[in-house]
């Protein structure tokens, strides 16, 4: 009688671990579960789950249509940034024989469409003449100077603009900042 005392008190013993073991593990997940709802609830323990749902989709709700006003925001943007004259360049050059320097220039200022303007100017040695003349889609109705059609052609990169050593015959090398 006294062996089958001390094998019952083992299996409870045994049988206490494990309850024990079992209260552990669910007063874990029980903590896990409570501090998951406390951040649904975000901290209004008065309210129910159903209402913390609400919250949460109301809030979600709202970042959607804050999405779709950015949508169209972006949408008209890139519309007004197709028209700014984004696309530039300048050709510089010798006007006359007899000046050295390269200090006339043709500037190509174009939006997306090839439209804008072509500013030349044309240093002499007494004086100085400057020129604008409308683009739209590339072309002029103005006769064109090779070196304004060249800045167009640059500006649209339908030529690629050599490198300023080049231009400038080597004497000086291209900084890169």
């Known amino acids: 009688m006294l062996q089958d005392a001390r094998s019952l008190a083992f299996v409870a013993a045994g049988l206490a671990a494990l309850a024990i073991l079992v209260c552990l593990v669910l007063a874990t997940r029980i903590g896990r579960l409570h501090r998951a709802y406390n951040a649904l609830v975000a901290g209004a323990h008065e309210s129910s789950f159903v209402d913390a749902v609400r919250r949460q989709t109301s809030a979600m709700e709202a970042v959607r249509s804050d ?8 949408t008209a943007a890139r519309a007004d940034l197709s028209d700014a004259l984004r696309h530039v360049a300048v050709v510089r050059y010798d006007a006359f024989g007899d ?3 390269r200090m006339s220039f043709s500037a190509a200022l174009l939006d997306d469409a090839g439209d804008g303007l072509v500013l030349t100017s044309i240093n002499g040695r007494s004086e100085t003449r400057t020129y604008a003349k409308g683009v739209k889609g590339g072309a002029s109705d103005h006769t064109m100077s090779p070196e304004e059609q060249q800045a167009i052609a640059y500006a649209t990169r339908a030529e690629v603009q050599p490198e300023e050593a080049d231009l400038l015959g ?5 900084r890169r900042g």
């Open 99 to 101: 000046m050295g320097g």
């Open 170 to 174: 080597g004497s000086r090398r291209r």
């Open 67 to 74: 999405l779709q006003v950015l949508r169209a925001d972006l």
